[in-house]
């Protein structure tokens, strides 16, 4: 599976962004997808995720610092994931990495990742 994320740049304080994470090489239909974003000097962070479909619907999941501010979906058809980040903070900025694997839901022990994309907020 090969991921490219794309989408991001420079944006001011409370404004929005959406990313995009396009998968190529197999359908990512049964993969669970993440994001997450690694800032200078810190380690990179789990910021949402989203399940397959088990015909329930999407379970998705977000770290405590982007809830209610960033929503992430999925188009299986399209074999894309998406994260549409609104009410953006300085704190906000960090380079964004797409992640897919098949894994049980709740595990962030991804296999497949996507190159980065620059997010970055200004006050």
């Known amino acids: 599976v090969q991921l490219q994320a794309s989408g991001g740049g420079l944006v001011q304080a409370g404004g929005s962004l959406r990313l995009s994470c396009a998968a190529s090489?197999?359908?990512?239909?049964?993969?669970?997808m993440g994001w997450f974003r690694q800032a200078p000097g810190k380690e990179r962070d789990f910021v949402g995720s989203?399940?397959?479909?088990?015909?329930?619907?999407?379970?998705?999941d977000y770290a405590d610092s982007v809830k209610g501010r960033f929503t992430i979906s999925r188009d299986n058809a399209e074999n894309m994931l998406y994260l549409q980040m609104t009410g953006l903070k300085p704190e906000d900025t960090a380079v964004y990495y797409c992640?897919?694997?098949?894994?049980?839901?709740?595990?962030?022990?991804?296999?497949?990742w996507g190159r980065g994309t620059q997010v970055t907020v200004s006050s």
């Open positions: 992640a897919a694997d098949r894994l049980r839901w709740g595990s962030r022990e991804y296999r497949y």
């Open positions: 090489g197999r359908t990512v239909s049964k993969y669970v």
């Open positions: 989203i399940s397959w479909s088990g015909g329930s619907g999407f379970y998705t």
